[in-house]
């Protein structure tokens, strides 16, 4: 698209809808007497689909027209319909208070098929975010602790908005904020010198570490001592403890190998995997800036900064012990990354029990005077929700997130078994299936909903599920194989007149627009719930042609059957991107 069809550069946000909305708003512009720009800003989808394509509210015209919006609406259609309309439009009626603009729709739904089949797997990508960088800070599981069902949501929904924010252009980057360094640390290292560490040839090294977790809390309960010494340990640990150190190498590699085998599962990459530790030898820097702007108190032997005037308890810099804190790491960890990625965003993608320690976090840094803090954001989202209710690592009830995939796949593994014995790589798909429906039940609602996690809702294949995606997807995939071609351009006349076909088009219209909101509001349901639509309104397509042959993608008419192909074909390029936005693998067959 030229800058001349994109003056007001929303073309980017727009996507290929935007010739018709300049279309739109440059034919009431002339009527309204009101620049282009600012009717293009306030064009809206009507409700209905017999309601044209485009609405202009006339509200905001009543004081200027002396008259109230009804009658503006009225008089303008009035006016418009007495000349011939411009290129792509067809129709502009009055309802109620708005102005309807039908486009043209053999050349809409030519324009954007065409980009479609043109684009392939980088339809709906924008340029929004070009020259822009994000941090998305994400996952960060506890080393001493295994990875829990309760990481999951910070690793799939920031997956998926890495994922996104790339699809809007930005560049991403993808931290594992590791948690590796901490009195935690100690503690494990008390355990194990007191009760054994993991041998070199444990065949489950989490287990032992998430039992030695176990006891250690439970012994400490009778026995505070424990606390002190593990206090002591991490103390060391900061030091440079040869001992200390020696420790924390093996319990960290425990961790990092158990998680990337995790994050292999899911098709899951970090751009960094720089944990807590990473920035022991950056805290002083963090500290003596505190110090330089006179932040820095003392109380009760311990430096804090005071947050009493944000109705805050103090950001508690170092302990008594003068070893560092969660936030302190943080602190350091915000000074390094905008220094090392300029950031025009950086996403903390963290369960929201942690929001105060995040408004602490920019507050000390919005006091500091660093004013890209405004940038930073807690991303916070609800809990799972199990049947047997909520979870406590430390007294050993936790659900093992691998525990939790392998049976994913081991039930759909069995429905196969049951419906599609023949199917050729059944492992592949039923690990597609099965880690596809854990993800996506995590994404399909807003993120500050808690998830309900129930397995006969999670794999059902009509529900609003990943499953339901998937078969959507391999269905289509069934229809252009029987169809023994693939469409690579769109046939001289373009037939898709049926309702749902116009719909269909319409709805891959917005891809771009959904990706960008999804950026801007760091909310993955919106892709999630446009892939249900879409596949729902593609499902009662489907359904037509079981009660009329004629309306049958395969059918008989050549050029009816190409059209359609073109649109099916669209379809499922859309569906397979949208989940692979996800996080969510799309097989062919299933
Ligand atoms: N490891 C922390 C936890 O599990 C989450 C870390 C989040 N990221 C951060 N920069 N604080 O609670």
Redesign the pocket.
């Known amino acids: 698209m030229s800058k001349e069809d994109d003056p007001h550069g929303q073309e980017k946000s727009y996507g290929p809808l935007s010739a018709f909305r300049l279309a739109a708003a440059r034919t009431i512009a002339t009527v309204a007497d009101l620049p282009e720009e600012t009717v293009y800003g306030l064009l809206e989808s009507p409700p209905r689909p017999d309601l044209g394509d485009f609405a202009f509210p006339c509200f905001s015209l009543a004081k200027t027209h002396r008259k109230a919006p009804p009658m503006i609406a009225a008089s303008m259609v009035e006016t418009l319909n007495a000349s011939p309309f411009p290129e792509l439009i067809t129709a502009a009626q009055a309802t109620g208070p708005y102005i309807n603009i039908s486009i043209d729709h053999d050349r809409f739904c030519r324009a954007i098929l065409e980009l479609v089949l043109a684009q392939g797997e980088s339809y709906g990508n924008l340029e929004t975010g070009k020259g822009k960088a994000v941090v998305i800070?994400y996952s960060?599981?506890?080393v001493a602790k295994p990875f829990g069902i309760g990481?999951l949501r910070?690793t799939v929904i920031g997956a998926a908005l890495a994922r996104i924010h790339r699809a809007a252009g930005y560049e991403v980057f993808g931290i594992n904020?590791?948690?590796d360094w901490g009195t935690q640390f100690g503690k494990m290292m008390v355990a194990c010198m007191r009760w054994g560490k993991p041998g070199e040839n444990d065949p489950d090294p989490v287990k032992t570490m998430f039992n030695l977790y176990v006891r250690f809390h439970k012994e400490a309960e009778s026995d505070p001592s424990l606390e002190d010494e593990g206090r002591a340990w991490f103390k060391k640990l900061e030091e440079g403890d040869p001992e200390a150190h020696k420790y924390w190498v093996l319990l960290s590699d425990i961790g990092r190998t158990e998680f990337s085998r995790i994050y292999d599962r899911l098709g899951i990459q970090f751009e960094h995997f720089t944990g807590?530790s990473f920035y022991n030898d950056k805290l002083t820097e963090m500290v003596d800036l505190i110090k330089e702007k006179g932040l820095l108190e003392t109380s009760q032997d311990a430096q804090i900064v005071n947050l009493e005037k944000w109705d805050m308890p103090p950001a508690l810099v170092k302990k008594a012990d003068d070893s560092s804190l969660?936030l302190t790491r943080?602190l350091a960890?915000l000074l390094y990354r905008h220094r090392t990625f300029q950031f025009t965003k950086a996403l903390?993608v963290?369960?929201m029990e942690?929001t105060l320690?995040f408004r602490q976090l920019f507050k000390v840094g919005e006091l500091l005077g660093l004013d890209w803090v405004e940038g930073c954001e807690h991303i916070p989202f609800g809990l799972i929700r199990f049947k047997e209710g909520r979870m406590s690592t430390r007294h050993g009830k936790i659900i093992f997130l691998e525990e939790v995939l392998d049976r994913s796949v081991d039930l759909v593994q069995k429905i196969i078994d049951e419906k599609n014995p023949e199917l050729e790589n059944k492992e592949e798909v039923a690990h597609a299936i099965g880690i596809g429906a854990i993800v996506f039940n995590d994404l399909k609602h807003r993120r500050l909903k808690d998830v309900q996690f129930d397995w006969d809702e999670i794999l059902n294949f009509d529900g609003k599920t990943g499953p339901y995606l998937q078969y959507s997807h391999a269905r289509i995939s069934s229809i252009l194989r029987r169809s023994n071609e693939t469409p690579t351009a769109l046939p001289e006349k373009l037939q898709l007149d049926l309702p749902e076909e116009k719909d269909l088009v319409r709805r891959l219209a917005t891809f771009s627009r959904v990706i960008q909101s999804a950026a801007d509001e760091s909310e993955p349901s919106y892709v999630s719930t446009y892939l249900l639509d879409l596949a729902e309104v593609f499902n009662r397509y489907y359904n037509l042609g079981g009660k009329n042959p004629a309306n049958r993608v395969l059918c008989e008419d050549q050029e009816i059957r190409s059209s359609r192909l073109c649109l099916v074909l669209s379809v499922k390029t859309v569906l397979q991107k949208g989940l692979a936005l996800l996080g969510v693998k799309a097989p062919e067959k299933m």
Request: no cysteine.
């Open positions: 800070d960060s599981p506890n990481h910070s904020h590791l948690g807590e969660y943080d960890a903390y963290v369960g942690q320690h």
